[in-house]
């Protein structure tokens, strides 16, 4: 089934620690963005990137980094976690940024714990 | 800047009733709205926009939502609520002038009781 796939679903790290959340999607959509969900808060973007090879910074982007080295493959990289970027990480895509009119894509989430 | 808000954390209706779930934006420009809803331990699914043209604009599974660029209100409705609708609801808007930023509401957990 087409869509997104995002890994791990779950982790727990330690402070400190380098982690990196994975996401592929294969509908070939230009446009993908991470976002952390918090309870009271909705969803918040973290990084967007509108087409491969370029990158952007959301509302919430301290302590995190991306790359877009090709379509698919949208990796989010926590250098050094702390206990506030516990959360849940939702990659999504679009087909296109530019024209935006249409609807995002999620992935089932990566539940992730900072102690 | 661009902001959504849904006043409501929680609304709960008995099955048959109608549902609605109530969200207000700020845009400079002129606003893009979306409404998304969450499963339990889901990603967020697409349910319906309002971009341009008539005001109500219908969507997945039953719903609708009217855009009321006066009340600055673009509200979730479904005539007869099911079960099955017991979810997490999201709002969310982009100002035309941006090409990426889509902001959230912060969501209303929607709870239909049998």
Known sequence: IAGITQAPTSQIL????????????DMRHNAMYWYRQDLGLGLRLIHYSNTAGTTGKGE?????SV?????????LTLASAV???TSVYFCASS?????????????EGSRLTVL | ????????????VAEGNPLTVKCTYSVSGNPYLFWYVQYPNRGLQFLLKY?????????????????????????LK?????????????????????????????????????
């Open chain 1, 67 to 75: 790359s877009r080295a090709n379509t698919d493959d949208f990796p």
């Open chain 2, 78 to 114: 479904k005539p007869s609520a099911l079960v099955s609708d017991s979810a997490l609801y999201f709002c969310a808007v982009r100002d035309d002038r941006y090409d990426y930023k889509l902001s959230f509401g912060a969501g209303t957990t929607v709870t239909v009781r049998a």
């Open chain 1, 14 to 25: 330690a402070a400190g620690r380098r982690m990196t959340l994975r996401c592929t999607q």
């Open chain 1, 83 to 85: 206990p506030s970027q």
């Open chain 1, 95 to 107: 087909e296109t940024a530019a024209s935006n009119t249409g609807e995002l894509f999620f992935g």
């Open chain 1, 60 to 64: 919430v982007p301290d302590g995190y």
């Open chain 2, 1 to 12: 800047a661009q902001s959504v808000a849904q006043p409501e954390d929680q609304v709960n």
């Open chain 2, 51 to 75: 971009i341009t043209g008539d005001n109500l604009v219908k969507g997945s599974y039953g719903f609708e939502a009217e855009f009321n660029k006066s009340q600055t209100s673009f509200h």
